[in-house]
């Protein structure tokens, strides 16, 4: 498990702002995570942030990916080859 520390430097955010950008940018990142399976129910979220600085913290991220298998349909193949392969 690992420990990410993102953050972004921005000029000034008017403070009525900064609360729900950094929740939204948790969010959107969390939600990311999810869906490259690089988060699990441990991974936690904390954030901090500033007037100039919105920061997040993700504390017991997976090192790598779980393996998965895909499967992919193609086109038939009378149609994917021609007279050459």
């Known amino acids: 498990m690992a420990t990410l ?3 972004l430097g ?10 729900s950008l950094t929740d939204n940018w948790k969010s959107k ?4 995570l ?3 399976k690089l988060s699990n129910d441990a991974t936690r979220f904390t954030t901090y942030s500033t007037y100039r ?14 393996d998965f298998d895909e499967t992919f ?13």
């Open 10 to 19: 921005c000029e000034e955010i008017p403070a009525r702002f900064v609360s």
């Open 53 to 66: 600085r919105l920061t997040l913290q993700i504390d017991k991220l997976p090192d790598s990916q779980p």
């Open 34 to 36: 999810e869906k490259e």
């Open 73 to 85: 349909n193609g086109p038939p193949l009378q149609i994917a080859r021609n007279e050459f392969g």
């Open 5 to 7: 520390l993102v953050e």
């Open 29 to 32: 990142l969390r939600v990311l």
